[in-house]
């Protein structure tokens, strides 16, 4: 089933590489969307996709890659609109 979910990430995860990670397990699991720094200090991303591959991810996320240190994740449920065609890093 086709889903979309609004993710923010708090912790050490900026400056870290976060982004570039996630990007790569994303494209890797056929998720579109993007991810992006906020100036508070947390990473926000839009994904769609396979509702069990966003679950995939978003358990990639909490672990992390190195140096990260994922303190909370707030994941919104949306429904799936089909509006990207690739996994970006957007500024």
Same mark, same amino acid.
């Given at each position: 089933?086709?889903?979309? +979910?609004?993710?923010?990430?708090? /912790?050490?995860?900026?400056?870290?590489?976060?982004? +570039?990670? #996630? $990007?790569?397990? +994303?494209?890797?699991? @056929?998720?579109?969307?993007?991810?992006? @720094?906020?100036?508070? /200090?947390?990473?926000?991303? *839009?994904?769609?996709?396979?509702?069990?591959?966003? #679950? $995939? *991810?978003?358990?990639?996320?909490?672990?992390?890659?190195? *140096?990260?240190? #994922?303190?909370?994740?707030? #994941? @919104?449920?949306?429904?799936?609109? /089909?509006?990207?065609?690739?996994?970006?890093?957007?500024?």
């Amino acid at each position: 089933m086709k889903s979309r +979910a609004h993710i923010f990430v708090s /912790g050490r995860v900026q400056g870290v590489f976060f982004r +570039a990670h #996630v $990007q790569r397990w +994303a494209s890797s699991m @056929n998720c579109k969307g993007w991810i992006k @720094n906020l100036y508070d /200090g947390r990473v926000e991303s *839009l994904v769609e996709g396979e509702k069990e591959k966003i #679950v $995939q *991810l978003i358990e990639k996320m909490k672990e992390g890659p190195p *140096l990260v240190r #994922v303190e909370n994740i707030e #994941v @919104n449920w949306q429904k799936y609109k /089909g509006e990207f065609y690739d996994f970006r890093i957007s500024w």
